[in-house]
Structure formats: C-alpha cells, structure tokens
C-alpha cells in the first residue's frame, strides 16, 4: 500500500532533549516536506526537499534540522526542543514538486 | 510569503446541499492543491489544480489563475464531507503556503 509513514505518533518529552521524527514514503518520490499545524495559524511549512541531498528552508525552519540521505526517508530533527514547538506535525511526499503532496498521519509532539 | 485567504471560515450545511469554498491568493502561482482533513487529522488531497477545472465524483474545482482566485464545488454533501478544506499554494518550487480552512459541517 502506497503511504507516508512517521513515528512516532505521540510524543511528550521535556525541553532541551533531543528528538528525531521520522517520515518514511514507500512511492519513490522525489520531493518531501515537513509541516506543522498550530490552531488559528493553519499549516506552515518548516522544511523541503526536491531530491537526494537537497533540502531548503520553509516558512518557519528555525529550531528544527532535516536530512535527506536516502530518497525514502526524510527525518525532522529537534535538538533542543522548546515548549513552542509543542504542535501538530506532519510529513507529505510527492512525485515532484508539482504533483500532489500526499500526508502522512500525523505527530502530536509535546514539549514540557 | 504569499497570503492565502479562504471563505467562508465556517460553513453547516443540511446533507444534500451543495457549496462553493473560496480560496484567493496574492501572487502568481504554478501550485494549486486543495486538502480535506476530516475529523480524524488526516489529511487527503483532492485536488492538483494550478489552472483549469477538475472533476472527481461530487467534488469539483476550477482554478482561474489570472485572477488567483480557486473554487470548491461540493455537491450533493454527505456527513462523511465534513471537515476541514484547505487551499495551498506555491509559485514555482518554492514554500507552499496554506490558507487557515474552511471548516464544514453537515448535518444529517
């Protein structure tokens, strides 16, 4: 079955330690993107990828790092997450960038 | 960036309705998608529609980039329509932006 896949899907962890989230699509997409869903503020992008090792800043990357070492797998990085980053977090892959983006289900990530 | 405004933000409908959500943008786009996220979070794509109109069953949707602006034509709603639709938009391969959704209720 064609998917986006992240883990885990609820976190809740204390500020400054370390966490990865990782996005896995089994489509052989290109590009991939990572997004956070916050009340009244809707979905902002934090990073994306077109390809292998090419990755570039969204809306609002700050606090967060991203990788893109294999074509499947694309993890978001926080290495000091702070309560402001308490959100909704979801991964999407698409073919190519203008191509429908395809959602993961979701990481509600809680920082104390 | 580039704004994104939907409307209604609110919308109940009676099952059997139709509707029309609205989406304008302030700038040139080559990315149109429209997303429904249900009540569960999840979120599905309907539509990739940077010009033009589609049609998928009772959802349709007409782009008309000239005048950035893109429609959501639901027809026939059904409870399972409810949710939240988004529009998002980019020009060239660059940030998508998201509108903050129209939500939709249908009651039975």
């Known amino acids: 079955e064609a998917q986006v896949t992240q883990n885990p899907r609820y976190l809740i962890t204390v500020t400054g330690k370390k966490l990865t989230v990782t996005c896995s699509q089994n489509m052989n997409h290109e590009y991939m993107s990572w997004y956070r869903q916050d009340p009244g503020l809707g979905l902002r992008q934090i990073y994306y990828s077109m390809n292998v090792e090419v990755t570039d800043k969204g809306d609002v990357p700050e606090g967060y790092k991203v990788s893109r070492k294999e074509k499947r797998n694309f993890p978001l990085i926080l290495e000091s997450p702070s309560p402001n980053q308490t959100s909704l977090y979801f991964c999407a892959s698409s073919l190519t960038w203008n191509q429908p983006q395809h959602f993961g289900d979701g990481t509600r990530l809680s920082i104390l | 960036g580039i704004q994104v405004e939907q409307s209604p933000p609110d919308l109940i409908l009676q099952e059997g309705a139709n509707s029309t959500l609205r989406c304008n943008f302030s700038?040139?786009?080559?990315?149109l998608q429209w997303f429904h996220q249900n009540p569960w979070g999840q979120l599905i794509n309907l539509f990739y529609?940077?010009?033009g109109t589609k049609q998928n069953g009772r959802l349709s949707a007409t782009t008309v980039a000239t005048e950035r602006y893109s429609l959501l034509y639901i027809s026939s709603s059904q409870t399972t329509d409810s949710g939240v639709y988004f529009c998002?938009?980019?020009?060239?391969?660059?940030?998508?932006?998201f509108g903050t959704g129209t939500r939709l209720t249908v009651i039975p």
């Open positions: 529609i940077p010009s």
């Open positions: 998002a938009v980019a020009a060239g391969a660059n940030n998508l932006f």
């Open positions: 700038d040139s786009v080559n990315n």
